[in-house]
């Protein structure tokens, strides 16, 4: 899927990070209401492009709140200590809600390693999030040691056209079981999910193979790692395998973009279409503070079988 040409409003310019998604957008003051032909031209964009990112942003919660507002309503995460101040706005930090460098042995450090392996936001839902929307307040300095602590996103689109037709053929009965516990079984020492937690988030199927209703009935490929690793109707053991290859196959060059943080970067991110993961970067040595805000999905994701993808044809 080649990128449309990028293209530039009165107010700001929108440039291409790479050829397998993202832009940045440069000149845009999102503390402020957007006018109308700019905030069209910011959804067109984001739709394009799967991910933008703006620079320069001094903003407060409220307003990347607000922000954020016109993709949606907000999801509360399921677990309210994770949050800071409004239960929308959650705290992706080694450091604590009052500006305290947090031990990398510490549960609310140890909890985001999860976000190391590829995952869409609240794919454990029955309807999973739309977008997610993370501000660099402290992000790790060029030439850091340790790792780089980027966010690298794949595109599902271009992973699943890539396919061989054998292969689309062998995932379209396909379903992956997403549960939220998951994430915390893989490390031991995290407390266990609350019973009210469990309860709020049950385990869920999902298709393997999406398809996105707002663009023509385009297919993209769907899976997560830190959600779960059972494929629906393959053994534990064939289905974890299959789960693997699909892993390594998403990690391929030509689907990613890796963003490197700056100070002050808003990346908004597509969760139906992108999946993401945190790179490694030296908790103990340095700090690393973003504030996410996460825009809920509006259906119950759609598979090649949904009957609304059926009655279309
Ligand atoms: C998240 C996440 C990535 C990162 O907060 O959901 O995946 O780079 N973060 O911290
Ligand atoms: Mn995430």
């Not at 064939?238 to 990690?251: I, K, P, R, T």
């Not at 805000?293 to 279309?312: E, F, K, R």
């Amino acid at each position: 899927m080649a990128l449309e040409a990028d293209f530039r409003t009165d107010t700001f310019a929108i440039n291409p990070l790479g050829p397998a998604l993202g832009a940045e957008v440069v000149g845009l003051d999102l503390s402020k209401p957007l006018s109308a032909e700019d905030e069209a031209a910011v959804k067109q964009a984001f739709q394009t492009y799967h991910l933008l990112c703006f620079r320069d942003q001094v903003f407060t919660a409220e307003e990347q709140v607000a922000f954020s507002e016109l993709f949606g309503p907000l999801e509360v995460f399921p677990e309210k200590d994770k949050t800071k101040g409004e239960s929308t706005v959650y705290n992706v930090a080694n450091v604590s809600a009052v500006g305290e460098q947090l031990d990398p042995n510490d549960h609310r450090v140890i909890y985001q390693k999860v976000n190391l392996r590829w995952h869409t936001d609240s794919s454990y839902r029955y309807i999973p999030s739309l977008a997610s929307l993370m501000y660099g307040q402290e992000v790790i300095p060029e030439g850091a040691t340790g790792g780089g602590g980027e966010t690298e996103f794949s595109n599902m689109l271009l992973a699943y056209a890539a396919l061989s037709d054998e292969m689309k053929a062998r995932i379209e009965p396909l379903h992956m079981v997403h549960y939220y516990e998951f994430g915390r079984r893989i490390y031991p020492q995290l407390p266990p999910v609350s019973h009210d937690e469990r309860i709020e988030v049950p385990p869920t199927c999902h298709p393997l193979v999406r398809v996105h209703a707002d663009r023509d009935h385009a297919r993209s490929l769907f899976i997560t790692t830190n959600a779960g690793n059972e494929i629906s109707g393959m053994t534990l053991e064939d289905g974890q395998a299959f789960h693997q290859e699909l892993n390594e196959y998403v990690s391929s060059a030509e689907f990613c973009y890796k963003h490197k943080w700056r100070t002050n970067d808003l990346v908004m991110w597509d969760n139906r279409v992108l999946l993401h993961r945190a790179k490694e970067y030296d908790m103990q040595r340095y700090r690393r503070a973003f504030r996410r805000t996460t825009v809920g999905g509006s259906a119950p994701i759609l598979g090649p079988y949904s009957q609304a993808v059926l009655n279309a044809k």
